[in-house]
């Protein structure tokens, strides 16, 4: 309705003049009518990870999922905030879900990601950092094109559900 709307309008314009704590006031006038809504609380998200309060805007992102598990826009922020706090396997399943989504711009930062990760350790490190405790098959296609293949793994490893071929210059 209107009045959620309004709430909604100045929260968001509340978070782009930094003013987080107001713009979270009115963020929770507005999932306490509609605690369902995952643009609200992606919403919140963003306004905790300007605090830099990373857990906080990880729940956030998560609800958001949770109430619609297609939000592309926050499995992106969730990725990006994982990324931010360390939490790097979990912050590439989320860019690499965003980019099946539909979400272009997760594949350019899952990308960026890769290439500092790839700066800081050698290519058998990066490997072994990304397949600890995920469920995505990662490995080194050539050492030519130095290229990585993220292959979504089914219990049947024969058929793949996903590939993403992602270029990682020196």
Known sequence: ????AAFYNRAYTLKI??????????IDEVLFREPESPKVWNLKGNAHA???????????YTAAINADPDYAEARYNRGLVNLMSNRNIEG????????RLGYERASTKLQAFLRILKNKTTMRQTILILLLGSTMLVHAQTKDTNQFVFTSIDEAVLEPLSVYRLAISD
């Open 1 to 4: 309705d209107s009045y959620n």
């Open 17 to 26: 003049l930094g003013e987080y704590t107001s713009a979270l006031k009115d």
């Open 92 to 99: 590439c399943e989320d860019l690499i879900e965003a980019e």
């Open 50 to 60: 300007l605090q830099s309060d990373y857990l906080s805007a990880i729940d956030s």
